[in-house]
Structure formats: C-alpha cells, structure tokens
C-alpha cells in the first residue's frame, strides 16, 4: 500500500504479447505516467492487474511487483483481443500494443466490451496521445470503431476528446477530413435519436440530442446547419419556438454558419431575454 501512499501519481502499463501455437502471454512493464510524457521517473508501484479475454470473460489476477511482468493467460487463444484493466476499477493508463489495440478495435465496434471498457480505452489512449506517449493516428483509427456507440457518457467524452484535437487541426489541411471524421460518427447516431422530444426519452436522450446537433453543426454538417437555419427563422419571427433543451445548440450552430445578420438578431434575443442571472 506504501507504493501508493507514500509517493505521488500513478502508473502506465506497456502491454504486448507473445504467443504460440497453445499459449498467450502478456508482458508488462511499467512507467509513471507523466502528462508531459516525461520518461525519467524510477517510480514503481504494486500495481493489482486483471485481464480479460475474447475466449474468458472471467477476469484473471495478477500482482506486479516490479518493472517488468509476464502473464500467461487461461483460457485466451492466439489472435484473442485482450482488455486489461476491465470495467477501469484499476489506477493506472493501459498502453497496449498496435497489435493488441487492432485487436480491440472490432469488440469496440460490435460491443462485446461493455461501456465502461469502451469508455476506458479511449480516454487511456486520448491521454497517452496528448502526453507524447503513444501517436494521434493510433486514437483516431480507434474513434472510428465507435460509429456503432449508442452510450451517451461514451460519446461526450469522445466529443470533448475530439474538440480538443479540433483545436490543433483547425489550421492544418486536415482539418476537412478530421470534420468528415466527426460527422461520420455521430451522424447516424442523430437520425436514430432525432430532433423532437419524445415520451420515451430519457435525461441523456435529452442531452445526447444537443450534444449531436452541436456537433454536428460545427463539423460542417450541412443538412443539420440547414435545419438549425430554418428552426431559428421560424423561432425569430415568432413561428414554432426552438426546444429549450437544444435552444443553445442551434443557437451556436447558426451562428458559426451564418452572417452579420444572424449575430444581430441572436443579440436582440440575448439583450431582450429576461433571466434572474442576467438581473442580478
């Protein structure tokens, strides 16, 4: 427990494997993650690790005690994906291998991993990607794989990890394609969840639905930007008013999209809209 008390951060474990015709071995080796990828620290920990694997859902234990570890897995075949770390309950970032991470690739698109391992993976690699410790083509190769996510904290934490990549491609040539890529995977996922409340929405229905629609419509989807433009004439010249729950993402979809005009009368709503915290 010292190993954990006594000194501050918290691990990442480099995962690969080794197999045979009959056995599959994982080797570990562990580092301090460090969020500017600094790789001096002489750090260790005890670090508590369980595996899972296509052919066992059973999780396997194993204790690392020192810089380097070998698992051998039960029941694991040869070409098996492997999810170390499963349902995240373990402190520590998973560096898997570019074999093992194609690997996961499909259980991440047909969901044979739950959400919290489908949450897990990607906030791990988004997180070494932006330390240094692993490359940005590995996590957008992944943020294809979840063009099936249905799970609202899965995709918000996606949208958030894909905003903050925005930031670095806005003035790059890429930028097209990275916006093609955004729209790709949440594009479907709002024709099925739709643009009007319904009976049997739940509270992140609710959320999921402006999430989408914000997107959406700063990735240059042009249906979606067509159809924030039409709601917003209707809602401004007193026709059929915009729903409060995705009132805020057209608002700001219109206004990336359109002109001078737009920002008028967005500061016309703004300055004659009444609201205790604008009073106070």
């Known amino acids: 427990m010292s190993t ?36 001096s620290s002489e750090q260790q920990w005890l670090v508590p690790v369980t595996v899972v ?3 066992r859902d059973t999780p396997q234990c194993y204790l690392l005690d020192g810089r380097e570890g070998k698992i051998v897995l039960e029941g694991a075949r040869p070409g098996d994906w ?4 499963p ?7 998973v560096k898997y291998s570019d074999d093992l991470l194609k690997r996961l690739l499909p259980a991440v698109k047909n969901q044979a991993l739950d959400s ?10 988004f997180a070494l990607a932006k330390a240094g410790y692993s490359n940005t083509a590995n996590l957008l190769t992944l943020m294809g794989s979840y063009e099936t ?16 990549l925005a930031g670095l491609f806005n003035h790059l040539p890429c930028y097209e394609q990275f916006k093609a890529m955004r729209r790709k995977i949440f594009s479907k996922i709002l024709s ?17 639905r402006s999430m989408l629609i914000g997107t959406l419509g700063h990735s240059g989807d042009t249906e979606v930007i067509e159809k924030c433009q039409e709601m917003f004439k209707q809602h401004i010249s007193g026709g059929k008013q915009i729903p409060a729950d995705i009132r805020g993402s057209v608002y700001s979809t219109v206004r990336s999209s359109g002109g ?21």
């Open 149 to 164: 996510e249905r799970n609202y904290v899965v995709l918000s934490s996606i949208n958030t990890n894909l905003s903050d």
């Open 116 to 125: 919290a391992d489908r949450l897990g993976i990607q906030q791990d690699l």
């Open 192 to 208: 099925e969840v739709g643009w009007e409340n319904k009976e049997t929405d739940g509270h992140t229905d609710a959320l999921l």
């Open 4 to 39: 954990w008390t006594g000194q501050v951060g918290y691990p990442m474990l480099t995962v690969d494997v080794v197999e045979t015709s009959d056995s599959v071995t994982l080797h570990i080796k562990q580092q301090k993650f460090c969020a500017n990828g600094d790789n």
């Open 82 to 85: 492997v999810k170390v770390n």
């Open 87 to 93: 349902k995240q309950i373990g402190l520590f970032r």
């Open 53 to 55: 694997s296509q052919s």
């Open 260 to 280: 001078d005009s737009v920002y008028e009368d967005l500061l016309t709503i703004f300055k004659e809209t009444r609201s205790p915290r604008r009073e106070r």
